[in-house]
């Protein structure tokens, strides 16, 4: 049995390896060098690296028994190709979902890094962006100097930062996960008064960072989680079960 994992997550990784020890031919495929040397850690695991379209995808997916979707939960655009991707390739695909997370009373929340920046714009402190570098330019009409946003140390979201002449002391180049104790350091470090989120989920730190706004008088900013259809971590694997012993 061959099965491609889309991946991008940590659910992605923790699949991954769920599938090897099962006897399962996995390949994983991510979008970049960085996700590549995470997934790595899983022994037993082919990994494709870059970024395709849908008809590259359907390639790889060529005499796959099965494709799981575990791309980011915002990733909207990765997932829809991964879906026509698997329909051209007549395979079985397999949205992975991870868990939402309760939103906190009294947070500012909006369905885009668009609309966040708009509501930003006339507001006055620090801004910490916790949303990636894909986000950034979201923010461009926002005065440099408040802008702090955290990201990957990796020379690719440096640039991202310089393009869009982010001062380079208020760059904050760190790899994840971040526990309360770091995202307060963080907070107090650079004076924030507002921190922008993603709903990560647990994996993604997500209550981490609500916990450690709360304490440091931080308004908080979540950019809503787009609607879809899934399975949980757990019924993916044991649909994956299910087909190995119907082999």
Known sequence: MRVVIFSGTTEGRQLSAQTVAMGIE????V????GRSIQQQVPGTHVLTGRMDASQMAEVLDRADLCID?????????SKNIR????LAHVPCHRLLRRESPLPSGCVTVDSAWEAAIFLK???GNILLTTGTKELAAFEDIERG????RV??????IAVCEE???PRENIIAMQGPFGYELNCALLHQFSIKWLVTKDGGAAGGFDEKVRAAADCNAGLVVIRRPKETGESFEEIVEICREMMECR
């Open 31 to 34: 979008a970049t060098e960085y």
């Open 84 to 87: 026509t991707a698997a329909e």
């Open 152 to 157: 990957l140390p990796v020379r690719e979201s």
């Open 70 to 78: 575990a791309t980011h939960p915002y990733a909207k655009e990765v």
């Open 122 to 124: 006339n507001t006055q």
């Open 146 to 149: 408040r802008l702090y946003p």
């Open 164 to 166: 869009l002449q982010i």
């Open 26 to 29: 996995t390949v994983v495929c």
